[in-house]
């Protein structure tokens, strides 16, 4: 079976035709489909490069006004990384071997033109090698710029978020005491959103370095997808239409509802921004299994496409996309770090993201999800999100910041528990020790100075089996990982929260009303 042809499109730098005539058919005996364009100037040489794409440059040394070392220094100040070879036959070794060193790819004579065709193969090969190479080395930089600035947000969460914690929670404590049209209302009002929108930027800080504390579970996507439209529609606005495309029998995946919920919303957030005037916005899903996806390991996948008809994306702005604090909206009008958030939580999910732009033509997100072989989790939808009922347990907490544990004695307090604070695993042993009632819960700070949380939980489930127990932490997810709370059933809870989340989420530990 003959072998097909290979498209290649050539630009000759040959001032007569009949020479140029003998190359394309020379290359045709050697198996290539030409697409060619003949220049004789350096002016005609910039433009053919400056307005096509090409494989190769074939280029006679000597010509009327210039010659190929000209030639070579043209195509070389374009940037465009394309093989260069001499087809001449009127020079010697020596000149030959100048223009090797000065950058060209090979040198033919014109009376061995059979060897042109597989000096143009090797050629493209070593091409496709280095510019494989080269964007591997840019991939690599980019994965290490982006990996030091997640170690940085995991390394600041920590402490800004203990005190995000403190602010956000006296901000609501001081709310709850200010009745509304009091003058000072206002001014806690002011601190607390101050707070809620620097706990949205530590928060996509951690989602886009793939450091934040997942709680995965196993769901259906298209019925999260279901729902969360409902909420997409209002957010899109009325002039554009929202359309869902979801495949049957898509298969579950193992993910954080509410950061899945994150992703959906952050790019439909920006599809609205790219369609201005109006414009259609599709969710698509499809179960796929990949052989050999190049990016994307092999395996079975759910596919999320999330495609708009907007303004769509060059490709300078695609190459940067997800960097964080990256954005083409006007100054304060975006952080930046919506679709890094979505880079960051697709990826530690253990999916893939992908986009394609077309200007003035739209938008292409690709996500795959790994498929998992279990059942659907429905405790998700069964959750109660109302007001819980105030408690009358005794409550153990354990927690090295000050400013937090005050505010969580006031909120527990205030709820009607009876709390047994420490700042510290082992005074909150000998209080434990000391307490001659039931405690019916440990809240406890993961990393501890001396005792770490899960520490303090085994050697207090000793003393205390029936205890339970409500992790707390402002670390991102390797280190929280690292103590082992991140367990199937641990109950677990990010800083910073609000005082009403904290109440709901012990009611939630505790068993309810």
């Not at 999330?306 to 952080?335: C, H, I, Q």
């Given at each position: 079976?003959?072998?097909?042809?290979?498209?290649?499109?050539?630009?000759?730098?040959?001032?007569?035709?009949?020479?140029?005539?003998?190359i394309?058919?020379?290359?045709?005996?050697g198996?290539?489909?030409?697409?060619?364009?003949?220049?004789e100037?350096?002016?005609?040489l910039?433009a053919?490069?400056?307005?096509?794409?090409?494989d190769?440059?074939?280029?006679?040394?000597y010509?009327?006004?210039?010659?190929?070392p000209?030639?070579?220094?043209?195509?070389?100040?374009?940037?465009?990384?394309?093989p260069?070879?001499?087809?001449?036959?009127?020079?010697?070794?020596?000149?030959?071997?100048?223009?090797?060193?000065?950058?060209?790819?090979d040198?033919?004579?014109?009376?061995?033109?059979q060897?042109?065709?597989?000096?143009i193969?090797?050629?493209?090969?070593e091409?496709?090698?280095?510019r494989?190479?080269?964007?591997?080395?840019q991939?690599?930089?980019?994965?290490?710029?982006?990996?030091?600035?997640?170690?940085?947000?995991g390394?600041?969460?920590?402490?800004?978020?203990?005190?995000l914690t403190?602010?956000?929670?006296?901000?609501e404590?001081?709310?709850?005491?200010?009745?509304?049209?009091?003058?000072?209302?206002?001014?806690?009002?002011i601190?607390?959103?101050?707070?809620?929108?620097?706990?949205?930027?530590?928060r996509?800080?951690?989602?886009?370095?793939?450091?934040?504390?997942?709680?995965?579970?196993?769901?259906?996507?298209?019925?999260?997808?279901t729902?969360v439209?409902?909420?997409l529609?209002?957010?899109?606005?009325?002039?554009?239409?929202l359309?869902?495309?979801?495949?049957?029998g898509?298969?579950?995946?193992?993910?954080?509802?509410?950061?899945?919920?994150?992703?959906?919303?952050n790019?439909?957030?920006?599809?609205r921004d790219?369609?201005?005037?109006?414009?259609?916005?599709?969710?698509?899903?499809?179960?796929v299994?990949?052989?050999?996806?190049?990016?994307?390991?092999?395996?079975?996948?759910?596919?999320?496409?999330?495609?708009?008809?907007?303004?769509?994306m060059?490709?300078?702005?695609l190459a940067?996309?997800f960097?964080?604090?990256?954005?083409?909206?006007?100054r304060?009008?975006?952080?930046g770090?919506?679709?890094?958030?979505?880079?960051?939580?697709?990826?530690q999910?253990?999916?893939h993201?992908?986009v394609?732009?077309?200007p003035?033509?739209?938008?292409?997100?690709?996500?795959?999800?790994p498929r998992?072989d279990?059942?659907?989790?429905?405790?998700?939808?069964?959750r109660?999100?109302?007001?819980?009922?105030?408690?009358?347990?005794?409550?153990?907490?354990?927690e090295d910041e000050?400013?937090?544990?005050?505010?969580?004695?006031?909120?527990?307090?205030q709820?009607?528990?009876?709390?047994?604070?420490?700042?510290?695993?082992?005074?909150?042993?000998?209080?434990?020790?000391?307490?001659s009632?039931p405690?019916?819960?440990?809240v406890?700070?993961?990393?501890?100075?001396?005792?770490?949380?899960?520490?303090l939980?085994?050697?207090?489930?000793?003393?205390?089996?029936?205890t339970?127990?409500?992790?707390?932490?402002g670390?991102a997810?390797?280190?929280?990982?690292?103590?082992?709370?991140l367990?199937?059933?641990?109950?677990?809870?990010q800083?910073?929260?609000?005082?009403?989340?904290l109440?709901?989420?012990?009611?939630?530990v505790?068993g309810?009303?």
């Amino acid at each position: 079976m003959a072998a097909r042809p290979t498209p290649l499109r050539a630009l000759i730098v040959e001032d007569r035709a009949a020479d140029a005539d003998l190359i394309l058919r020379e290359l045709k005996r050697g198996g290539f489909v030409t697409t060619h364009e003949r220049v004789e100037t350096a002016d005609a040489l910039r433009a053919a490069l400056d307005t096509r794409t090409w494989d190769i440059v074939l280029s006679d040394y000597y010509l009327p006004t210039f010659d190929a070392p000209g030639a070579l220094a043209v195509l070389q100040a374009s940037g465009h990384d394309v093989p260069f070879i001499v087809v001449s036959g009127s020079v010697g070794e020596d000149t030959a071997v100048a223009a090797m060193r000065a950058g060209a790819t090979d040198y033919i004579m014109k009376d061995r033109l059979q060897r042109l065709p597989p000096a143009i193969a090797k050629a493209l090969a070593e091409a496709s090698l280095r510019r494989e190479r080269l964007q591997l080395q840019q991939d690599l930089v980019r994965a290490q710029k982006l990996e030091a600035i997640g170690r940085l947000a995991g390394g600041v969460a920590h402490d800004f978020n203990n005190v995000l914690t403190a602010i956000l929670g006296s901000a609501e404590l001081l709310m709850m005491d200010t009745p509304p049209g009091e003058h000072a209302r206002e001014e806690v009002e002011i601190i607390r959103d101050a707070a809620v929108r620097a706990q949205d930027l530590i928060r996509q800080l951690l989602a886009f370095s793939a450091r934040q504390v997942l709680q995965p579970v196993v769901l259906d996507l298209n019925a999260l997808i279901t729902d969360v439209g409902r909420m997409l529609r209002r957010l899109i606005g009325e002039d554009l239409t929202l359309d869902t495309d979801l495949a049957r029998g898509l298969g579950p995946v193992r993910a954080d509802p509410g950061q899945v919920e994150q992703v959906l919303v952050n790019l439909a957030l920006n599809a609205r921004d790219a369609m201005p005037d109006g414009g259609r916005l599709v969710i698509r899903t499809e179960s796929v299994d990949v052989t050999d996806g190049g990016d994307v390991l092999p395996g079975p996948y759910a596919l999320v496409e999330v495609t708009d008809t907007g303004t769509g994306m060059d490709a300078a702005t695609l190459a940067r996309v997800f960097e964080p604090f990256f954005t083409t909206k006007a100054r304060g009008k975006g952080t930046g770090l919506g679709l890094a958030s979505v880079y960051g939580i697709v990826r530690q999910s253990g999916g893939h993201i992908a986009v394609t732009s077309t200007p003035r033509v739209g938008t292409t997100f690709r996500i795959h999800l790994p498929r998992v072989d279990a059942p659907v989790d429905t405790s998700r939808a069964k959750r109660v999100v109302s007001v819980p009922a105030p408690g009358t347990e005794t409550v153990l907490v354990a927690e090295d910041e000050g400013m937090v544990r005050v505010l969580i004695r006031k909120v527990l307090e205030q709820a009607g528990y009876t709390v047994l604070l420490a700042s510290g695993g082992a005074e909150a042993l000998q209080l434990a020790e000391r307490h001659s009632g039931p405690i019916q819960l440990l809240v406890s700070d993961v990393v501890m100075p001396g005792m770490s949380g899960r520490e303090l939980a085994r050697r207090l489930l000793e003393l205390r089996p029936d205890t339970k127990v409500l992790y707390l932490s402002g670390y991102a997810d390797d280190a929280v990982e690292r103590h082992g709370v991140l367990d199937p059933g641990t109950a677990f809870m990010q800083k910073p929260f609000s005082p009403g989340a904290l109440a709901r989420r012990v009611r939630e530990v505790l068993g309810g009303s």
